[in-house]
T-cell receptor, first 111, second 118 residues
Framework: SQQGEEDPQALSIQEGENATMNCSYK?????LQWYRQNSGRGLVHLIL?????REKHSGRLRVTLDTSKKSSSLLITASRAADTASYFCATVSGGYNKLIFGAGTRLAVHP | EPEVTQTPSHQVTQMGQEVILRCVPISNHLYFYWYRQILGQKVEFLVSFYNNEISEKSEIFDDQFSVERPDGSNFTLKIRSTKLEDSAMYFC????????????????FGPGTRLTVL
């Protein structure tokens, strides 16, 4: 089964606007993590939210988790051109900490 | 800031050849992982490694794949006989601990090795 499906697939906004990306998953999880990937580069960890947490903040990032709906959202406030990247959610469910990634949201922030 | 490093950044090989992708995890990390990302697709888990043995592996990680920690710093992924469909970006990651232990099980990723099989 697929896990960690993001929507939208692509998002285009202007600098200063907020960007919201959503992620849904199918099985119960230990935690959910968000990663950023600049074009052709490695994955950068942004934030981790545990299954018993509902909301977490880190700088301009706000993540929510609704385990009853099996969904999470990532909000980037006051976006900048440098935020242009692909954003992936990844879930950890049992096992040995393997990450199951979604297909990602491509965010373009225009100056 | 400590980081995971990978070499080479790009490897081109002929089908049927063996390749070894190298990674140097963060020094105090105990858990190591390989993932791959075929162009335009999701990042997929390949294998996790702890205490000198495989903890978990995916269906992708068949007999053609092997991992090794030959010394105290390197972590390698070997593909014995490459196929065209092995062309992908391969990411190494490491984490300090595993779920249930104090602290984060955040995985730190390397920049990746782009493998091209011709």
């Amino acid at each position: 089964s697929q896990q960690g499906e993001e929507d939208p697939q692509a998002l285009s906004i202007q600098e200063g606007e907020n960007a919201t990306m959503n992620c849904s998953y199918k099985t119960s999880i230990n935690n959910l993590q968000w990663y950023r990937q600049n074009s052709g580069r490695g994955l950068v960890h942004l934030i981790l939210i545990r299954s018993n947490e509902r909301e977490k903040h880190s700088g301009r990032l706000r993540v929510t988790l609704d385990t009853s709906k099996k969904s999470s959202s990532l909000l980037i406030t006051a976006s900048r051109a440098a935020d242009t990247a692909s954003y992936f959610c990844a879930t950890v469910s049992g096992g040995y900490n393997k990450l199951i990634f979604g297909a990602g949201t491509r965010l373009a922030v225009h100056p | 800031e400590p980081e995971v490093t990978q070499t080479p950044s790009h490897q081109v090989t002929q089908m049927g050849q063996e390749v070894i992708l190298r990674c140097v995890p963060i020094s105090n990390h105990l858990y190591f992982y390989w993932y791959r990302q075929i162009l335009g697709q999701k990042v997929e888990f390949l294998v996790s490694f702890y205490n000198n043995e495989i903890s978990e592996k995916s269906e992708i990680f068949d007999d053609q794949f092997s991992v090794e920690r030959p010394d105290g710093s390197n972590f390698t992924l070997k593909i014995r006989s490459t196929k065209l469909e092995d062309s992908a970006m391969y990411f190494c990651a490491s984490s300090q601990n595993w779920r249930g232990l104090a602290g984060s099980n955040e995985q730190f990723f390397g920049p990746g090795t782009r493998l091209t099989v011709l």
